[in-house]
């Protein structure tokens, strides 16, 4: 049987007994330190151009249309991501579909529109998620407006997956779902294998990489 989170972090219960002040004194330190400290999920961007309309030697293909995610990157801090059990609910969080990232809604932004399968989406803008519970995962774009900070009474836009429902859905597909030989410490973004005419989104994180193709629609 296979272990899930719960029972690793059954034997560190007794910390408590440290003292609460003592605790969060060595843990956030002088208010200097506090400030100076890296954002433990900073927000990241990945961008790639297609349909360059004219070649540079130098440059490559120029002039064409932008094609940018933006998301939360969370850091593995030695943690195993996919390997347990309980793995779909550690991400999903409590929300019904994992946000692909952390802390905000991951979002693709695209100049022109775009072809993922035998789906084409308009240019627009986009929150994306993966559903864990599907067999391939399916990558989702979604017509949900995104939070860009948090907001509790804000019911019209996501923060995160919560409050996701699937009615907005404009493109669910299954993504190809690899085994790398080195782990990836941050989750990425990245546009792989891409040419004028699309190449491949792909998201890495500890020693899995999802990935869907895309391309330009003519």
Same mark, same amino acid.
């Given at each position: 049987?296979?272990? $899930?989170? =719960? ?23 002088? @208010? ?8 433990? *999920? @900073? ?21 064409? %249309?932008?094609?940018?995610?933006? !998301? ?11 390997? #347990?059990?309980? !793995? ?11 946000? %692909?990232? %952390?802390?905000?809604? $991951?979002? #693709? /932004? ?7 399968? *035998? ?7 986009? =929150? ?6 599907? +067999? ?14 948090? +907001? ?6 996501? !923060? ?13 597909? @299954? ?19 891409? /040419?004028?005419?699309?190449? $491949?989104?792909?998201?890495?994180? +500890? ?5 869907? @193709?895309? %391309? #330009?629609?003519?």
């Amino acid at each position: 049987m296979r272990t $899930t989170r =719960t029972q690793l972090a059954r034997p560190i219960v007794g910390i408590a007994g440290l003292g609460i002040v003592a605790l969060l004194v060595i843990l956030a330190g002088s @208010p200097a330190q506090a400030q100076d400290r890296p954002v433990p *999920s @900073p927000s990241g961007r990945s961008a790639t151009q297609v349909g360059g309309d004219v070649y540079d030697p130098v440059r490559g293909f120029v002039g064409g %249309a932008w094609v940018e995610i933006h !998301y939360g990157r969370p850091i593995r801090r030695g943690r195993n991501i996919f390997g #347990l059990d309980d !793995y779909r609910e550690f991400l999903n969080d409590g929300a019904p579909i994992w946000r %692909a990232g %952390a802390n905000e809604t $991951t979002r #693709l /932004t695209t100049e022109v529109p775009l072809t993922f399968g *035998s789906t084409t989406i308009d240019a627009g803008e986009y =929150t994306v998620f993966i559903d864990l519970g599907a +067999d391939p995962w399916s990558f989702v774009l979604s017509g949900w407006p995104a939070q860009i900070g948090y +907001d509790e009474e804000n019911r019209e836009e996501l !923060y995160g997956a919560f409050d996701y429902t699937s009615d907005r859905d404009v493109l669910r597909i @299954p993504m190809t779902v690899e085994t790398l030989p080195r782990g990836h410490d941050q989750l990425s973004w990245q546009f792989l294998d891409v /040419t004028e005419q699309g190449g $491949t989104l792909g998201l890495f994180w +500890d020693t899995t990489l999802a990935s869907v @193709p895309f %391309a #330009l629609a003519r």
